[in-house]
């Protein structure tokens, strides 16, 4: 059964005022906010790693040729 409109949105505006409740404990809580910050640090880091793998997949060229046997 699909959702209505509507209701995606009802349920769009709960999800959204418990972030936004989320949000306002880890701001008031400084070793929370200070570990979150780090975390996202760490994540930001990781995922330039992994993007810098892929960019350089992508530029990678194959060296086999048509009759070389896998």
Same mark, same amino acid.
């Given at each position: !059964?699909?959702? &209505? $409109?509507?209701? @995606?949105?009802?349920?769009?505006? @709960? ?6 409740? %989320?949000?306002? @404990? ?7 906010? /200070?570990?979150? +910050? %780090?975390?996202? @640090? $760490?994540?930001?880091?990781?995922? &330039?790693?992994?993007? /810098?793998? !892929? ?6 060229? +194959? +060296? %086999?040729? &048509?009759? %070389? $046997? $896998?």
């Amino acid at each position: !059964m699909a959702i &209505s $409109k509507k209701q @995606e949105q009802q349920w769009q505006a @709960e999800e959204d005022a418990r972030t936004l409740g %989320r949000y306002q @404990e880890i701001l008031q809580d400084k070793a929370r906010m /200070n570990r979150a +910050t %780090r975390e996202a @640090e $760490k994540q930001a880091r990781d995922l &330039s790693k992994r993007a /810098n793998i !892929m960019q350089s997949a992508a530029k990678a060229k +194959t +060296t %086999r040729t &048509s009759g %070389r $046997k $896998k």
